[in-house]
């Protein structure tokens, strides 16, 4: 804006503008008081004067030099050779002819081609102002033009101000909670915020208060996003999918809702990291600075990634609820690293993972009951329930000196075939400022050189810390007795081991041994 004003204080104005922004941040508004400041008959001027003729017709739309068109509906070649025949005529009333062209993107490729002879050789009595909400797809020829001006989302606070004034000069009397509420559900359009105090207006008797507001604004009630952070706070699995199962019922979009929280983080983060930062008539103001205190700020910055990285990937989810849950676990699997790099698996954290994954599995269950009652003598495990969490918490307890229970996570990311190979024959290292160092068992070496497997495993692993991540791989030199690969041999041999005792102690065989001379294979023997 004062690069703008600049241009007009000093008159050093160019012939064609481009203004970019979301969808509602102003551009054409600010694109008509351009135009204002060209034309107003006090002179080109920064600040129009806004009661002269020329203002006022702008205001009203009945300027004769001010030609809109939008080109979201006229695409069309046609539209545009018409448009611009006229640019060639001197202004009737004011010092330029303008021409707004809101959604300046949508121009067909002909018409961009007219437009563009125009702006090679423009006549100097005219002005371009273009707006987009997408300059990528305008082509670079008409761009190269253009003075480009970004225009940002207006921030909550600003918009609130100027619903208070607003509301004001209307003589309306408000509560501040309620405009806090409009300004945040605009997210940053101040066209969307006006239409929602329109709204509110209308659905008042007296005042614009915060009860109405709230039940205006109902859907945007955000009373489930403070039980995710409470189950997440409680480390409470079955918690976090019974809101996520509750959000179903009530239609609730899963991707909005990811952003919500996102949003929600951050205002948790603000008040962590600045607690002046809440507004002093913060609706939710005791659960905010509650839910401040209770999470750490490395927490809060970690959900927060989280949720924005889950929230791009959520269309490559199988389903929306699959993306959102499986977003929500990841938050429960992860807790910061007290060193700043990285991110922990925690046995403690996976726990409520696992334990619904015992819940999810109910074939296997089945299955595991049905076969024991066929055949009781191998039944080596009955005392194990199966997919037990304290599986991972053992192994977890022999290597995670890094903080990071490498086999525990092998278990968590997506990678297959030679991947997923490479990773199940090595041992963690170190990782620090991004770089994971793995050592490879030299039995393997010959997965060494093999570059697809390697980027592979880089991409699941930046995909499932949600940071970059740098992969290198070394021959190990040390123990290999830990890899994923050994840690599961070693406990399947030790299941062979019970499966084989079990089987010994029972006392059919022992009796068959004893009556019949008969003899075990014990090489037979497969535990289930
Ligand atoms: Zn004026």
């Known amino acids: 804006m004062r690069a703008l004003s600049n241009a007009l204080t000093q008159n050093r104005l160019h012939h064609a503008y481009l203004f970019t922004g979301t969808r509602g941040v102003g551009k054409t508004t600010i694109a008509r008081i351009f135009a204002k400041s060209l034309n107003c008959v006090m002179g080109i001027t920064a600040e ?153 207006i209308a659905y008042s008797d007296s005042q614009v208060d915060e009860e109405t507001v709230r039940n205006m604004l109902g859907a945007i009630d955000q009373q489930y996003l403070y039980d995710l952070l409470r189950a997440l706070l409680a480390r409470d699995g079955v918690g976090l999918l019974a809101v996520a199962d509750n959000m179903t019922s009530r239609s609730l979009p899963f991707d909005v809702a990811l952003q919500d929280f996102a949003t929600l983080l951050h205002r948790i983060a603000l008040i962590q990291t600045i607690p002046a930062a809440m507004a002093e008539d913060e609706t939710e103001r005791e659960t905010l600075q509650d839910l401040a205190q209770r999470f750490s700020a490395e927490e809060i910055q970690l959900y927060y990634q989280i949720a924005i990285h889950g929230r791009n990937e959520i269309e490559l989810a199988p389903d929306e609820y699959a993306g959102f849950t499986m977003t929500l676990l990841r938050m429960l699997a992860f807790m910061p690293a007290t060193t700043g790099v990285g991110a922990v698996v925690s046995p403690a954290h996976l726990a409520p993972v696992a334990a619904h994954g015992v819940a999810l599995n109910k074939p296997q269950a089945q299955q595991l009951e049905q076969a024991k009652q066929a055949n009781r003598l191998l039944d080596p495990i009955k005392s194990q329930p199966i997919n037990s969490s304290n599986v991972s918490v053992d192994v977890s307890a022999e290597h995670s000196a890094l903080g990071i229970d490498w086999s525990a996570l092998l278990g968590q990311i997506n990678v297959q075939g030679m991947a997923r190979e490479l990773a199940r024959h090595c041992t963690m290292q170190s990782f620090v400022g991004g770089k994971l160092s793995l050592n490879l068992s030299p039995q393997h070496k010959h997965l060494l050189t093999n570059k697809a497997a390697h980027e592979k495993l880089q991409i699941a692993l930046t995909e499932y810390l949600v940071q970059p991540v740098r992969l290198q791989v070394a021959l190990s030199k040390g123990n290999d007795a830990i890899t994923p690969a050994a840690v599961e041999k070693n406990r399947q041999d030790m299941r062979q081991q019970q499966a084989v005792e079990s089987i010994m102690q029972d006392t059919f065989v022992l009796d068959a041994q004893a009556l019949l001379g008969a003899q075990v294979l014990t090489e037979s023997l497969k535990p289930l």
Request: hydrophobic letters at 45%; aromatic letters at 6%; glycine letters at 4%.
């Open 48 to 200: 129009p004067c806004g009661t002269c003729s020329v203002c006022m017709e702008i205001d009203t739309g009945r300027f004769v030099d001010l030609i809109e068109l939008d080109a979201a509906s006229n695409t069309q070649v046609d539209n545009m050779r018409e448009l611009l025949e006229g640019a060639l005529y001197l202004p009737t009333s004011g010092r330029f002819k303008v021409y707004i062209i809101d959604e300046v993107h949508m121009l067909s490729k002909a018409a961009f081609n007219a437009m563009l002879k125009t702006l090679e050789e423009p006549p100097a009595h005219v002005k371009f102002i273009l707006a987009t909400t997408d300059p990528q797809k305008i082509p670079v020829t008409v761009l190269s033009r253009c003075l480009q001006f970004n225009l940002k989302q207006l921030p909550a606070p600003m918009i609130l101000t100027h619903l208070q004034y607003v509301l004001g000069q209307e003589n309306i009397p408000f509560q501040s909670a309620a405009c806090a509420l409009i300004a945040r559900a605009a997210q940053g359009s101040m066209r969307d915020a006006l239409s929602l105090l329109d709204q509110a």
